[in-house]
């Protein structure tokens, strides 16, 4: 790795070094390094498209997925298959970084499949984040599918706040018999930058339960589309909440979508969208903040 | 110290026309160390004075001088960075960001889990619970207002505002509060001043400004203002803390 791509892995996983337990580095389309983990193993799949990750049942463990993009013109396309072991509980980093100083499209599509077995959790990461002095744009194109088995827990955080010109991120997920699904994303986007983000969850599994949280910032002349589609099929717990600020000319749809198919199904869908409120800008100004100072500190609060 | 000439603040319709006026012709000046309680009617202009002041609101006419220098035409951030704090009547919520994060910002420093815990303990929050806490709509107003004048106490400016602390609190949270100024008079570096209703913080005061469509309708030392407030005021128990 070069220094440019050492402070990608930096940015979007924390990672200055090759992380201890279970790993794989893809840098440009190719694994850099990878390891597995006494209870964690990572094997590329026989048809070169990606990785499965196996997680023994009844295990603690912590792994790191990371994704660089720094060569130009490069569409990275990978799918990624976590079985994850009844009763395991697993800490998963991943995410994407891409450096473009060419003129070209760079991409990555990179769909995650998870398996949770009975009674597993699991805790997944996700930083996406985007920079370089080419005109060519950065393109993500997340997709995450989540099947949970009865008793199995998932958060989700995925964060995106720089240098993504342009995202559709979609997440499904199917809920067995009290499986609890919480998803918080943190979007931002600014200059022409579009993202959609779109949820599908249906809670099969009588008393499964589903929360998605958005929190985004549209500054600039970026767009925004936000779609929750949450179905209850069962006796079940359905919360969806999209919250952003909107600045200057940027524009944010948010469309929710709840449906009930059964008699004891529990839904809930909030949003809101709005300007940075007056009296937060006022309150932060008393304590002696320029007016740009109190709206960077709101979003960096809000985003936080 | 703060000097007010002839302020007036008058507001306009749609057409432009002035439509009511809200201060006429307010002169007032507060001292060095000097703890004002500024208290009259609701609707007499004692917050539109306590926004004049901090530059949230510009007067009409007249001009604000603070130690000496006219500070009229200054922004809320100049005004703040010369050293003058407001404590607001509703205090505002923020998603995401905590009670650490805004008491940092108002001492203009990173503030430790230690320093912040002084702080709370200040104004009687258990410190713990409240560190990591979002300032948001999951606070009830009490706990608001509390945290918005421990803001007040970790910015420490020269001259501080406190646009009715009371206001929206309950009775235990009241009397607490009413410690809290205590202590600060005992402690004042600066001006204090203070818009309320309530007899106790009238109690604490040097001195007293009555607020009454828009004028100075009594302005002295607490003994020779209080007495006959409450005179005037007895029957509908105006200041007596009944309004809380």
Partial sequence: ?304 | MLELKNICFEVRDDSGAAAKDILRDVSLTVDEKCFVVITGPNGGGKSTLAKLIMGIERPTQGQILFEGRDITGLSITERAQLGLGFAFQQPVRFKGLTVQDLLSLAAGRALDVNSVCGYLSEVGLCAKDYVEREVNGSLSGGELKRIEIAMQIARSPKLSIFDEPEAGIDLWSFQNLIRVFEKMRETIKGPVIIISHQERILEIADRIIVIADGRVKAEGAKNDVLPQLLVDSGACDFYKGLRI
């Fill in chain 1, 1 to 304: 790795m070069n220094e440019v791509d050492k402070s990608l892995l930096s940015k979007i996983s924390g990672l200055e070094a090759v992380p201890p337990g279970a790993y794989n580095l893809r840098v440009n389309g190719s694994s850099a390094g990878r390891a597995d983990s006494e209870n964690v193993s990572i094997r590329p799949k026989d048809d070169g498209t990606g990785l499965d990750i196996h997680v023994r049942p009844g295990t603690r463990d912590k792994l790191h997925i990371p994704v660089i993009v720094s060569q130009a013109g490069l569409v990275d396309v990978v799918q990624n298959d976590f079985f994850i072991g009844e009763g395991a509980d697993v800490s998963i980093v991943a995410g994407c970084g891409i450096h473009n100083d060419s003129h070209a499209q760079m991409r990555h599509d990179g769909l995650h499949i998870f398996h949770i077995d009975r009674n597993a959790r699991v805790f997944y990461e996700e930083k996406h984040y985007g920079e370089g002095l080419g005109s060519g744009e950065n393109v993500l194109n997340p997709v995450t599918d989540i099947f949970m088995e009865a008793g199995a827990y998932m958060e989700m955080e995925t964060v995106q706040i720089e240098g993504v010109d342009s995202t559709r991120r979609i997440t499904r997920a199917v809920l067995g018999e009290g499986a609890t699904l919480i998803v918080r994303e943190k979007l931002m986007t600014h200059d022409s930058q579009t993202a959609e983000t779109a949820f599908e969850v249906d809670l099969n599994g009588d008393d499964s339960s589903a929360n998605v949280i958005s929190r985004s910032v549209a500054k600039d002349r970026s767009s925004q589309i936000f779609l929750s589609r949450i179905n209850g099929n069962s006796r079940c717990m359905g919360h969806s909440e999209c919250d952003a600020i909107i600045m200057d000319n940027a524009s944010v749809k948010a469309i929710p979508e709840i449906t009930a198919n059964h008699g004891e199904a529990s839904l809930i869908h909030e949003a809101a969208i709005g300007k940075i409120a007056g009296e937060q800008l006022i309150k932060l100004m008393t304590l002696g903040l320029s007016q740009e100072e109190a709206e960077s500190q709101i979003v960096n609060g809000f985003l936080k």
